[in-house]
């Protein structure tokens, strides 16, 4: 019999403190309604005692996912491990994750603590977190660099307090492959009741080996891979989902193994990332590249035409990349509409269906032919909508190459509409000015990017912004097949971001804390 590989995905808690992915409560519920499509085994939802914005996620995440253990993150103190359980404590399954360092140097540099302290509160803390809940989960931070034996005397001990899942992170992406096979069998080997517990791996990218030594961990004996999805994390992220999973699949007769996850969600996954976080995957990314499948080569193309498996070991529709049946236009109903969106593994409520369905027949006045990612793109636009403080009304741009640019922009405001005009370094930068002047804040632009959705004069043009006020760092997205009108709903919906955030600020904040395993 097969052994299950359980996929632990901690795209909203390391993935989000990647710089500039940090993610409002919306599109946090999105990633998680779509992790539980994709049947991933347990949801890292967050670090709640990092901030009560942080803490109402994982609640409300809690409060929604059923089929899918939802934890939190949290230092081995008594402080953090309060915190995950008031946010998971309503979970059909909840989980309390706790970690402390344990490699020399951050004993000594970081905590301050002698290795006999550190295996003493790492107990204690365990043993608290089980008294609260059932599923507790250990990670020795830093394990890839601390000494052996000391690793498994910590392990013996937080299992015998009830840890049911002890964690070998690479926290800084140090290891290669064979090292990690040799640290977890000497675990497995050498730890004292590690029969009570499953054994889990947690990598880093740093050396860019971060899905080869979790997948080399699985052949030593890891029951649970942690992973984010497009492998997104601190500086060069975390093993990638979508790769450790399709590795586990297609070869799984080497390693024997099975996971439950629903691979044909993993495209829509990567996407649903992409758009949230503005961070585009690179054309040649493996498994949900836009070049994943493409094959330029005479020699591939007759080969795949001749047998598929000559040059493809997998099928784009294992992974949910969707062939293209049919081609939308101004005369298609509501009913092909909606099968299509169902085609590409989308399901809407009315509501938002009647949403999207309204935005693409607007499309079509603009766009003779509506493709699959026109389609994906107004998806996106539509279920990851926040309410509009302000919206655009109207705006005039006058530019050239001989005059300063100018930009009027009109906002409407409950029953209001307000206007302004402001020059700038070009029609962009004047209408971000104008928008700035007419609420009065000075919002900075961190980063702007611009991209084609599709192909040909009438594309859609998909704008992201990076913007920040004060300690609030938000991604606004625009589009339009007009790319200054698109800026300017990027910039727009970044700025009702940000005034919502405002808003949840409560007098309690406190200092926001990191966390890194």
Not at 35 to 45: C, P
Request: hydrophobic residues 40%; aromatic residues 6%.
């Amino acid at each position: 019999m097969q052994r299950q590989i359980k996929i632990f995905d901690t795209t909203l808690r390391d993935g989000e403190q990647a710089p500039g992915c940090s993610m409002d409560l919306n599109e946090k519920l999105e990633v998680a309604k779509q992790l539980e499509k994709l049947k991933v085994d347990v949801i890292e939802a967050g670090f709640p005692i990092a901030s009560p914005g942080d803490f109402e996620s994982v609640r409300a995440i809690a409060g929604i996912i059923k089929d899918s253990i939802v934890c939190g993150l949290a230092r081995a103190t008594k402080k953090d491990i309060d915190a995950v359980y008031q946010a998971v404590k309503q979970a059909q399954a909840p989980r309390i994750h706790t970690f402390i360092a344990t490699s020399p140097v951050h004993m000594k540099y970081k905590l301050k603590m002698d290795p006999e302290d550190v295996l003493a509160q790492a107990g204690q803390m365990v043993a608290y977190a089980k008294s609260l809940c059932p599923d507790v989960e250990f990670s020795a931070e830093d394990a890839c660099r601390s000494d052996w034996d000391f690793l498994v005397r910590i392990y013996e001990k937080v299992i015998a307090a009830g840890a049911n899942v002890i964690n070998i992170p690479d926290t800084v992406g140090y290891t290669t492959p064979d090292e990690i096979y040799r640290l977890t069998e000497y675990v497995r080997k050498n730890t004292k009741g590690i029969e009570k517990a499953e054994i889990s791996v947690h990598c880093h990218n740093d050396l860019g080996m971060a899905v080869a030594n979790s997948l080399a961990a699985v052949t030593a004996g890891a029951g649970q891979i942690e992973c984010a999805i497009n492998g997104l994390g601190e500086r060069a992220g975390n093993a990638a989902l979508e790769e450790v999973v399709m590795g586990l699949n297609t070869r799984k007769q080497y390693f024997d193994t099975d996971c439950r996850v629903n691979t044909a969600q993993l495209y829509s996954a990567s996407r649903l990332i992409q758009n949230i976080t503005g961070i585009q995957v690179p054309p040649n990314k493996a498994i949900i590249g836009a070049n994943a499948f493409a094959h330029e080569s005479g020699i591939h193309q007759h080969g795949v035409m001749a047998e598929r498996t000559t040059y493809e070991i997998m099928t784009p529709e294992s992974v949910g990349i969707p062939k293209n049946f049919m081609v939308l236009g101004k005369h298609s109903g509501r009913h092909a509409f909606s099968d299509r969106l169902k085609d590409l593994g989308y399901t809407l409520s009315e509501a938002e269906l009647d949403k999207a369905f309204t935005q693409f027949k607007e499309l079509t006045d603009k766009k003779k032919n509506i493709l699959d990612r026109d389609l994906e793109a107004i998806i996106s636009d539509r279920v990851l909508e926040i309410p509009e403080t302000y919206a655009l009304s109207r705006f005039i741009i006058n530019s050239g190459n001989t005059i300063p640019a100018t930009a009027m922009i009109a906002l409407k405001c409950g029953g209001e509409e307000i206007e302004d005009v402001s020059i700038g370094d070009g029609p962009v930068d004047a209408a971000f000015k104008a928008i700035n002047n007419l609420l009065k804040k000075e919002f900075v632009l961190e980063d702007y990017s611009l991209r084609s959705v599709t192909e040909g004069q009438d594309a859609l043009g998909e704008a992201v912004v990076k913007l920040s006020f004060g300690d609030i760092g938000v991604t606004g997205r625009g589009l339009s097949t007009d790319i200054i009108e698109s800026s300017i709903k990027a910039y727009l919906n970044g700025v009702n971001k940000i005034l919502a955030q405002e808003e949840m600020k409560g007098a309690n904040e406190v200092e926001p804390t990191g966390s890194g395993i």
